[in-house]
């Protein structure tokens, strides 16, 4: 069946908050969640085993897609890393009272540093806003898929998905 | 002359995993490779893979590469790297050439009563007016480039095909430090998984579905190359076509299996469009039409890492129980728990296309595949 | 082009160097990479022009199946240069159609693995 994902390359708002990964906006409202952008059934489960709560279901077949409990899930982010896919974030809502921080994978360089001002990306690549880069986790249990955490105003919060990628990075020679 | 009990040829995920089950359970096996190093296409795979635990999901490509040859090495398995075999005779010969990459090139027969076919698939090619020029290249060549010899083979890509490997070398090729213009898609959807996709459209890649290119740039490098918006009949639609700047030209156009040795064993032959072409025919045992003749991987229709490698394991089996080194009933039970895996991974919308493709060849092979 | 840092792959590690000679140029390569890399990191795309349309055919395949990148090598033609390591004092050049034997008459082997690709027919 046609859809964003399909046609475009990215899932609409609309295909995610009818998959059971995605929190409601209320729980966001509440405190740290995950959000899970794993719209297809493909044969994948390392979310599962990842979260220390048991918060992600996916059972078997593995192809089920991951069901966030979201009574269950702190937002901690050990998920993040471990999803194959690149395809699990982590918000939080409760950041400030006008900012959001949200978290992401970053397999790019440069790294970023906590403290740079970057251009916050949507799901499409296309630059939002202004952000400032919180914490950067690269810690060997995430096997070189860095978790990047930015600071966002509140009502980018469903939109961006990661920053621009600059492709200065790699020092070619 | 060399006698070994099983001959494996082709050490990628499906060979090394067939070298490792035949002799764990007592076979002497050799395995020979083509390249100098074994891992087949697990040694450019830098991404974490998918499954579960036991498919090593989360663990990158590379990585299992390196796990399986220790594997390999600790079950006694004898590893020929940079050795071509281009014959196989009858009774049990292979004729291979040793050296051919390092060193002095040297003729050797190897003698072994079971032969496991492991030699994987390759890129299909798309043409298009300037297609030959350098700089157009198999995105699996682009990828070994990055990955392997860690050169960059051009600074602005344009990718043809978004099948996975076309989504997982565009990544790959940012992670290098190019930059992807864009990916065109023939087909008005993207080939591979969403994940993949919405990786590189964050990093903001358009994926063009609809989309075709029409020729490349260049003389005697491509500088560019126009794409354009096709229809339902694929035929470009007028005023849509557009330049694209590049130095690089990627085709992903999906694998074929390399099925060549298995031809010259004498296996019967079967199509299959979502195995990607022709292939041995084979049972759900792997064996081929031939007697001792197996095969495991892409090489019996194009599928994935993982799946490759849970049916070397089988092959490994069934090649041991030819041998006498299990009995018929811990064959049939170590198979079934490889099965099961592999069946796990041939779910959903995109494995269980593959899994009826499979399940059809299983079915006109359990008549055409002597059982030992 | 070489790719000193990468976020998986880490730093580039250190290696022995080697120089050879491509058409009688200089290129510094590094001990194990291909030949086809060392051209690739200096640069050279173009390894041979066609027998009929003098055609530039550059890297294709990478693994030693298309044989569109083959070369000369140390007076050797039809070498794939994809899969074949850089030597020290190897000298590298541009194949003009099946290379100098052709052209002196003989019948010299061509590598194993040649003809798997035939593309538009002038290879």
Redesign the interface.
Known sequence: MPSTLTTFGYPSLDELRSSPGYPARERAEKGPVAVIECVQEIPCNPCETACPRGAIRVGIPITNLPALDADKCTGCGVCIPKCPGLAIFALDMTYSATEAALSFPHEYLPLPRPGDVVVAVDRGGKAVCASRVLRVSDRPANDRTAVVTIAIPKEHADRVRGIARRSEGNDIG | MTEFDVAVIGAGPAGLAASIEAARRGCRVLLMD???RPGGQLVKQ????????EHR????GIDIAVGLHREALEAGVVFWPDT?V?GVFPGGALGA?RG???GEPRGVVVRASTLILATGA??N?V?FPG????????A???Q????V?????G?KVLMVG?GNVGLIVSYQL??????VEA?VEAL???GG?????????????P?L?SHTVLRAFGE??ITGAEIARIDESWTPVPGTSRRVDADLICIAAGLRP?ARLAMLAGCRMTYSSALGGWLPLHDRAMRTSVPGVYVAGDVGGVEEASTALEEGRIAGISASERLGMIGAADAARDREEAEARLS????????RPRYDAKEAIYEEGANACPRP | MRIVHHPVLGEQPAARTVEVTVDGRKVVAREGETIAAALMAAGIKVHRYTRRKGAPRGLFCAIGQCTDCVMIVNGMPNVRTCVTPVADGMTVETQRGGGPAQAGGNTRRRSAGSGDRVRDGDD
Do not use: C
Request: charged fraction near 15%; avoid cysteine; hydrophobic fraction near 40%.
């Open positions: 083509s390249n100098l830098i991404h974490k893979f998918f499954g579960s635990k999901a989360g663990t990158r071509s281009y050439v051919m990459l390092g390759s890129e090619a043409n297609w030959t020029l350098p700089g157009v290249m198999g699996g060549a682009a070994t480039m990055i990955n010899e860690r050169v960059l083979p600074r978004s940012m992670q290098a430090g190019a930059d990916v008005p959807r993207v998984y969403g994940v993949h996709a919405a990786k590189i459209s964050r990093a903001g890649v994926i579905t005697t490098e390399y796990s991974l041939r779910m959903g919308p995109f494995g």
